[in-house]
């Protein structure tokens, strides 16, 4: 049996301070998350892919994001659970079957 692995994809569009200082640290620090992929800034919100292993690391990267100076709101916009447990096409589903 396959260990159960949930990965946890989000959207969030992150709002930036107006100071553009502040702004740019922020972005900067955002740069940095491995499992970020940042869009294009349009005013001072910021588009943003969060791409993780699991709803923990999920949660944890979103109190990162939160706490970071020159960040002054995060909303989620929408949310993918996928379970890598389950089988993902047909050849996979009959191989379970055969188990």
């Known amino acids: 049996m396959r260990r159960r692995i949930v990965v946890a994809i989000s959207a969030l569009v992150v709002t930036l301070a107006s100071d553009s200082r502040r702004r740019e640290e922020a972005l900067q620090r955002l740069s940095g998350f491995p499992q ?3 869009g294009e800034l349009a005013g001072p919100r ?6 993780t292993p699991d709803t923990r690391s999920a949660r944890a990267c979103w109190r990162e994001i939160v706490g970071l100076p020159g960040v002054e709101d995060v909303s989620l ?3 993918h659970y996928e379970d890598e447990s389950l089988p993902h ?5 009959e191989e379970e079957e055969d188990k």
Not at 46 to 51: A, E, F, H, I, S
Request: hydrophobic content about 60%; aromatic content about 6%; charged content about 30%.
């Open 36 to 38: 970020l992929e940042l």
């Open 89 to 93: 096409s047909r050849d996979e589903l």
């Open 46 to 51: 910021l588009p943003v892919v969060m791409d």
């Open 77 to 79: 916009v929408w949310v």
